[in-house]
T-cell receptor, first 113, second 111 residues
Framework: SQTIHQWPATLVQPVGSPLSLECTVE??????LYWYRQAAGRGLQLLFY??????ISSEVPQNLSASRPQDRQFILSSKKLLLSDSGFYLC????????????FGPGTRLTVT | TQLLEQSPQFLSIQEGENLTVYCNSS?????LQWYRQEPGEGPVLLVT?????EVKKLKRLTFQFGDARKDSSLHITAAQPGDTGLYLC???????????FGPGTRLSVLP
């Protein structure tokens, strides 16, 4: 069966510090991978998606970047965090875009102070 | 950019009551999904609808996709405290395009 992992679960970082969030998927090959951010109790905003190794598409301009160094690994990064980067970050995977179920990880709660 | 609106934003009801929440857009979607999310966790898919007018039932939950594929509703019969959570709808403009999420309806079912 497939599983998706995210870490860390929670993170408190000062403004201006770097960020690295990691997501890994097990039990499937060549998944589509997604990074979302969710404001408190609200909907999901798609930040990045990837259809393959090294292929990253950005949905919104921002202070963040993403990388996919391996087939089942997706990393969200920032060189200098802003207060507005605080939120709940969710990684997800799917077989195809636009029809299939997206399977979400447990999320990372990021607080920038 | 295609936007999804959800109503109501918040809903608090007593156990045993029925409720309906809505997902609306001015745009057409090729498919629409409903997810439920509990605090501190990722969303979990409830249903996918793809045909205009389609109705799907999942135990006490009934989902309907509008004839024009611009809107959807979720009806819960005899709500239970376990139904509490954030209900999100997500629409894909076309097959092969990413889903766009609505802001969600936060449901609280009181025992």
């Amino acid at each position: 069966s497939q599983t998706i992992h995210q870490w860390p679960a929670t993170l408190v970082q000062p403004v201006g510090s770097p960020l690295s969030l990691e997501c890994t998927v097990e039990g499937t090959s060549n998944p589509n991978l997604y990074w979302y951010r969710q404001a408190a109790g609200r909907g999901l905003q798609l930040l990045f998606y990837s259809v393959g190794i090294g292929q990253i598409s950005s949905e919104v301009p921002q202070n963040l970047s993403a990388s996919r160094p391996q087939d089942r690994q997706f990393i969200l990064s920032s060189k200098k965090l802003l207060l507005s980067d605080s939120g709940f970050y969710l990684c997800a995977w799917s077989v195809h875009q636009g029809l299939d179920e997206q399977y979400f990880g447990p999320g990372t709660r990021l607080t920038v102070t | 950019t295609q936007l999804l609106e959800q109503s109501p934003q918040f809903l608090s009801i007593q156990e045993g009551e029925n409720l309906t929440v809505y997902c609306n857009s001015s745009s057409v979607f090729s498919s629409l999904q409903w997810y439920r999310q509990e605090p501190g966790e990722g969303p979990v898919l409830l249903v996918t609808v793809v045909t205009g007018g389609e109705v799907k039932k999942l135990k006490r939950l009934t989902f309907q996709f509008g004839d024009a594929r611009k809107d959807s509703s979720l009806h819960i019969t005899a709500a239970q405290p376990g139904d509490t959570g954030l209900y999100l709808c997500a629409g894909a403009p076309n097959y092969g395009q990413n889903f766009v999420f609505g802001p969600g309806t936060r449901l609280s079912v009181l025992p």
